[in-house]
């Protein structure tokens, strides 16, 4: 059973950054699985906002394309996300995934889901 587990969620001011991690502990993804982030505002549906392509391509949505750096350490199973400048309009619930390739090439990416998905981890940025 695939396992992931995201962690460095937390409360940041208006301007600030924090960096997640998502590390997968168990379980097997095939390599043409991409890595990627969802979030889900209150009172909003889920957005898939974030891919890393096998290539080594990413795609980050427009609302984050200047702030956001989607990166993963492989040896270590571990996908990253960092951001820089957050608003409060970035405060969300953001949640680690994996999805099968032809996923990663909707438009925009992750339009019709994921199949790996983390528990979550909140993140809150108060002005």
């Known amino acids: 059973q695939v396992q992931l587990l995201e962690s460095g969620g937390g409360d940041v001011q208006t301007g600030g950054p924090l960096r997640l991690s998502c590390k997968k502990y168990?379980?097997?993804?095939?390599?043409?699985?991409?890595p990627g982030w969802f979030r889900q505002a209150p009172g909003k549906q889920r957005e898939g906002f974030a891919v890393l392509y096998t290539y080594g391509g990413t795609y980050r949505a427009h609302s984050v394309k200047d702030r956001f750096i989607i990166s993963m350490d492989a040896l270590n199973n571990t996908l990253y996300l960092q951001m820089n400048n957050l608003q409060p309009e970035d405060t969300a619930i953001y949640y680690c995934v994996a999805a099968e390739v032809s996923l990663c090439k909707t438009r925009p990416p992750l339009k019709d889901g994921a199949h790996y998905w983390g528990q979550g981890t909140q993140v809150t940025v108060s002005s």
């Open positions: 168990s379980g097997y993804i095939a390599a043409h699985y991409c």
